[in-house]
């Protein structure tokens, strides 16, 4: 599968196992989502569990909350992950403050999905990867899978949470697992084992990272589209490199990561949001107070500038293989 087959087969999964799981949001019906990862699920389940929203993200995720509380799952699409500011309050006032304000007699186990981060010209208002926004509230969690197979195992364990879970699905890998060359054609799903998705039911535990590549030599923490391109620039440099992919920011899996910094002595971290207050620096921060006597140099980080996302240089922009190479060896050698 696709990842966009992927996480529709997630939804259709948890629809026919739980009719209480309703799927809304612009577009997503009839016509099946911008990027048609709901397709086909109208036609399926009918008009009242996948259906279209008004243009109105506070709206959309307002209307979600009030039918977490009243028994429903909603898992909700914000078309781009651009558009969530004006339902930020909502998450964070509301849906993220539902079980204590209630002292646990109400949750609100909603999911909203939203196609995050750039490579794909899709300017300023298209490309942001604001996972950091989330991570900072108390009661949200957040979810960035780097592949079709985790996403759909993610995504069902996110339905099935009794609490609110952001889904950030990187829109670069919807159709291949991208490694930055952009020059190069795009190499699908299909000839990448991550692609083999079983058709049923499975789920992945929240909050648990993946060694996606074992090494000795310096420890690369990664999600998203990032996990592909650390893997590349590991394999380009030479460098033996153990990539992290984080899966989930939050909660975070501390002991995967200081287990490999323990043994490594350097750290690169990488993300595609801009610098400052990125999550990266969380990670830096828990990076230094755990294994600061293991560290034989600073931690790096590689990220995307402190700028509004550049349409004219988006190359420049993205952190590219040759960006985290330089950041290898610059670990390597100091």
């Known amino acids: 599968m696709t990842m966009i087959e992927a996480v529709r087969s997630a939804m259709d999964v948890c629809m026919g196992r739980d009719e209480d799981v309703v799927v809304f949001g612009e577009d997503v019906g009839y016509f099946g989502g911008v990027f048609r990862c709901t397709q086909g699920l109208q036609a399926k389940y009918g008009k009242t569990r996948c259906f279209d929203a008004p243009i109105s993200e506070s709206g959309i995720v307002g209307t979600a909350i009030g039918m977490a509380a009243y028994g429903l799952k909603p898992c909700v699409e914000i078309q781009f992950a651009d558009y969530m500011y004006p339902a930020y309050d909502q998450l964070t006032q509301e849906a993220a403050r539902i079980r ?74 919807y159709n291949g697992p991208f490694d930055g060359h952009h020059e190069r054609p795009v190499t699908p799903w299909s000839k990448h084992e991550l692609g083999d998705v079983p058709e049923g039911h499975y789920s992945i535990p929240i909050g648990k990272a993946e060694i996606r590549r074992k090494g000795s030599a310096v420890t690369v923490i990664a999600y998203g589209t990032m996990v592909h391109v650390a893997l590349a620039a590991a394999e380009e440099t030479g460098i033996d490199a153990e990539v992290i992919d984080l899966r989930s920011l939050l909660p975070l899996d501390l002991d995967t990561i200081v287990q490999s910094v323990t043994k490594t002595g350097r750290c690169v971290v990488v993300h595609e949001a801009t610098l400052t207050s990125g999550f990266g620096g969380e990670l830096v921060a828990l990076v230094q107070e755990h294994c600061f006597y293991h560290l034989e140099v600073p931690v790096v980080r590689v990220t995307g500038w402190d700028t509004p996302y550049p349409h004219a240089q988006e190359w420049d922009y993205f952190p590219g293989p040759a960006r985290v190479g330089r950041a290898l060896t610059e670990a390597m050698e100091a």
């Not at 109400?106 to 939203?114: A, N």
Request: proline share 11%; with cysteine.
């Open 100 to 173: 204590y304000r209630s002292n646990g007699d109400f949750t609100c186990p909603i999911v909203v999905r939203m196609p995050t981060g750039g490579g794909i010209f899709g300017g300023q208002t298209h490309s942001q990867s604001p996972e950091a926004l989330f991570t900072h509230v108390c009661g949200l969690k957040v979810i960035v899978p780097s592949n079709p197979y985790d996403a759909k195992g993610l995504l069902i364990s996110a339905i099935e949470d009794p609490d609110p879970v952001m889904f950030l699905e990187p829109k670069r890998l």
